[in-house]
């Protein structure tokens, strides 16, 4: 089972919980190549590789 995150509501004290397989950065840690394409500089940006492959193993495993 995933990861469970609880968000409380300020103004009315609700609960609403979420639950992950995966959590992705994608906000800074790359380079531009001059083609246009990000490239990762540290182990904590997620590239579209990184995401595909952890979709499509979530797909293979929920197929089984």
Same mark, same amino acid.
């Given at each position: 089972? *995933? ?5 409380? %509501?300020?103004?009315? *004290?609700?609960?609403? &919980?979420?639950?992950? %397989? ?5 906000? $800074? *840690? ?5 083609? *246009? +394409?990000? =490239?990762?500089? &540290? %182990?904590?940006?997620? %590239?579209?590789?990184? =995401?595909? &492959?952890? =979709?499509?193993? +979530? +797909?293979? $495993?929920? +197929?089984?």
């Amino acid at each position: 089972m *995933g990861k469970t995150t609880i968000i409380i %509501d300020k103004e009315t *004290g609700a609960k609403k &919980n979420y639950t992950f %397989d995966y959590s992705f950065w994608s906000h $800074d *840690g790359f380079e531009t190549t001059p083609e *246009g +394409l990000y =490239v990762a500089t &540290n %182990d904590h940006y997620a %590239d579209q590789k990184t =995401v595909y &492959n952890a =979709v499509t193993s +979530l +797909l293979s $495993d929920s +197929l089984h």
